[in-house]
Structure formats: C-alpha cells, structure tokens
C-alpha cells in the first residue's frame, strides 16, 4: 500500500511538473549570426557599409564583436570591437570596450553600447559611446550562412 501511494504520488507530480513546463517554459529566440550594419551616422573611422555586427548565443547569454575596417589613405586596417550582452525576448544589449590602439583616436578606450530588437531576420537599434545622449540608429539583416559548397541556407 506504501509503495503504490508513493509510485502514484510520483506519477502525479511528473505530470504537473510536466504540463507546467510545456505552457511557461519557452527557449529564447534564435539570434546567432551576422549582420552587416546599415547606418549613415557610423564614426568617421568605419569605412561605410564595411561594419558587421556578429552574434554568438548560448540560451541568454551573448557574445559577439563589431567588426568595421578604417581606411587609411590606401590601408584598410580591421577594427574589432569585443561584445557581450543578454537577451530578453526579443530585446537584447551587448556592451564591449573600444580598444585604444586600433586607429580610431576619437573611439580609443570608449565603451560601446548596443540596444536593439529583433524582428524575423532583421534588427533594428542604436549605437551610443560612453552613454552619450547622442544614438545611433541602425538596422541589419541576417546574412545567409555558407556551406562548403556555397550554398546558402
């Protein structure tokens, strides 16, 4: 009698857990990738439309850099600015620290922090230095992954 009370109380208990985790638990949206930034205000030193924002997901949790390249007379130098952030929903930050020695004196040693929401394939934020008033709005599609054979998915 023991035995089959505690096996049936189990039983009910995995169920509620069960069913609760179905209707409340949801996993975070997808948001891994990159996507090439599109924004007229970008400061001087990024070359235009050569800045890339890559993400990398792990559940909530963000990592990922902007990539930009300044052009230097013929040079063209990369700039890569480190990211980390959270997701809420659809929301997400990602903060990373401009490194001085990258050729770009009116960035160096300024943190970067991005604001943005996700909408299917496509962001739409803001860029701020030193959590300056003054954002920068931009917005950035998904580009399609590359297979071996170049074949985009």
Do not use: R
Request: hydrophobic share 35%; with cysteine; net charge positive.
């Amino acid at each position: 009698m023991f035995y089959g009370t505690m096996i049936g109380s189990v039983l009910i208990f995995f169920n509620v857990v069960s069913n609760y985790g179905e209707k409340n638990l949801k996993a975070p949206s997808l948001l891994g990738g990159s996507y090439p930034i599109e924004s007229n205000n970008l400061p001087q030193c990024f070359a235009k439309n050569q800045v890339k924002l890559t993400i990398d997901q792990s559940g909530l949790y963000l990592f990922g850099k902007l990539t930009g390249y300044s052009q230097i007379g013929d040079k063209k130098k990369e700039i890569v600015i480190p990211l980390d952030g959270m997701l809420n929903q659809d929301h997400f930050s990602l903060t990373g620290k401009f490194k001085g020695q990258q050729d770009c004196s009116e960035l160096a040693n300024k943190t970067l922090k991005i604001e943005a929401e996700k909408k299917d394939k496509t962001i739409f934020g803001s860029l701020s230095w030193d959590n300056s008033q003054s954002k920068l709005t931009f917005m950035a599609t998904l580009e399609p992954k590359k297979t071996e054979a170049g074949i985009n998915h």
